[in-house]
Nanobody
Framework: QVQLVESGGGLVQPGGSLSLSCAAS????????MAWHRQAPGKERELVAV???????HYANSVKARFTISRDNAKNTVYLQMNSLKLEDTAVYYC??????????????WGQGIQVTVSS
């Protein structure tokens, strides 16, 4: 069994910063890509950023130069540093991990989601 637990969301004013964390635990052999997605009310879930096990990153155009994804492989944790937040960044943010379990099964798991609200 694998679990992803997000933390760090909340309310922030436009232009402010917020940091998210997501820790993976359970029967994990290795984790490949880790990513953050988000879903705003009335919109489809979209990819925000992804990071490979070697540290290669990819960002959605809407967050480039404002958000930074990083990971600590020893802690099975992925982070998302969000700066210069805009009203349109308001969404539920979901952590996602593509991993291999200790039974050598490929598994893709999602966190429960965490609210980020940007408001004045």
């Amino acid at each position: 069994q694998v679990q992803l637990v997000e933390s760090g969301g909340g309310l922030v004013q436009p232009g402010g910063s917020l940091s998210l964390s997501c820790a993976a635990s359970g029967s994990i052999f290795k984790i490949n890509d880790m990513a953050w997605h988000r879903q705003a009310p009335g919109k489809e879930r979209e990819l925000v950023a992804v990071i490979s096990s070697s540290g290669r990153t990819h960002y959605a155009n809407s967050v480039k130069a404002r958000f930074t994804i990083s990971r600590d492989n020893a802690k099975n944790t992925v982070y998302l540093q969000m700066n210069s937040l805009k009203l349109e960044d308001t969404a539920v943010y979901y952590c996602n991990a593509d991993l291999v379990t200790t039974t050598l099964s490929n598994f893709n798991d999602w966190g429960q989601g965490i609210q980020v609200t940007v408001s004045s």
